[in-house]
């Protein structure tokens, strides 16, 4: 893997010290990236309205080889979409608050329309039957409901433990046979890190469900596929609405789980709300630990 060099805040961080027709050429470059990194080297220097030669002193002053390698790293700053680069237009207060609620509803709408039921119902089967169960998620939201799932299966008297740590899972997915279920949460499904674990799963005969895009490289690896359907807007201030579809499915995922299992779920909950009373109180609609 090569070395992080973000052209973008090296421009930035180094106006201040380059020379004023440089400086024309780092302006020009920032009011549109994506212009710099399509344009030739004729039309930038035109833009800035400053020589060829500039052009190649700028490059040497904010840390490139040559011309050709400013182009390749304007060309990689500006894959990160325009959202992140150009100024987007802020709703008020009051409106950003009402698309918050409308982008969560959208997503929980758009991903229910594309889950299948026998997909559960599958998945809910494995992880009855085995013997252990691992999850394992790396990221913001996936970090976080890894840890979900293990506390909804957990209710359940099922053995089950999540990771987030990579050397942790590597060795846990190491010690799995084909009587134990490894979960792999990922919105993108193109981490490095839980494709590696995936097949080392795979390798010992431990079965694998997938919580990710459908055609993802991790839901390749998968025996079963949950797929997630995410729908990012310009609107880049606010966190990821990704992450209640993956909730969703792991509600639908915990209560087949749970049904397929009901004589017993109905009394391990009980057992839990009874402790839990005993334990708090407070009346009989409280949630089970929530």
């Not at 039309?43 to 052009?55: C, E, G, N, P, R």
């Not at 060795?171 to 993108?188: G, I, P, R, Y």
């Not at 993956?246 to 402790?275: C, N, P, Q, Y």
């Amino acid at each position: 893997m090569t070395a992080l060099f973000d052209i973008v805040y090296h421009i930035r961080g180094s106006r201040d010290r380059l020379s004023a027709t440089e400086q024309k050429v780092a302006d020009a470059i920032l009011e549109d990236i994506a212009f710099a990194a399509s344009a030739s080297i004729d039309q930038l220097a035109a833009k800035a309205s400053v020589s060829i030669a500039t052009i190649s002193r700028f490059a040497k002053s904010v840390g490139c080889e040559d011309i050709r390698d400013l182009k390749l790293k304007l060309a990689q700053a500006s894959a990160v979409g325009t959202r992140f680069l150009a100024e987007i237009p802020v709703v008020e207060e009051s409106a950003f608050y009402s698309q918050i609620c409308s982008e969560v509803e959208s997503t929980l709408r758009a991903n229910l329309s594309r889950f299948v039921e026998a997909d559960f119902r599958a998945a809910a089967n494995l992880l009855s039957k085995a013997r252990l169960i691992y999850i394992g998620g790396m990221g913001g939201a996936s970090t976080m409901l890894s840890d979900e799932v293990q506390f909804r299966i957990a209710r359940l008297g099922i053995a089950v433990a999540a990771y987030h740590d990579p050397v942790l899972l590597r060795m846990f997915a190491a010690t799995l046979t084909e009587k134990d279920v490894l979960v792999l949460l990922s919105v993108t499904g193109v981490t490095p890190e839980l494709l590696e674990i995936a097949d080392i799963a795979r390798e010992y005969g431990a079965k694998l469900i997938v919580l990710s895009a459908q055609s993802s490289p991790l839901a390749q690896k998968a025996d079963i596929v949950i797929p997630l359907v995410t729908e990012e807007t310009d609107f880049i201030y606010k966190p990821s609405a990704s992450r209640y579809g993956m909730l969703l499915a792991i509600d639908i995922l915990a209560t087949e789980l749970a049904l397929a299992r009901k004589s017993e779920s109905k009394e391990l909950l009980r057992r839990v709300k009874f402790a839990l009373d005993e334990y708090r109180g407070g009346d009989n609609r409280l949630p089970l630990g929530d």
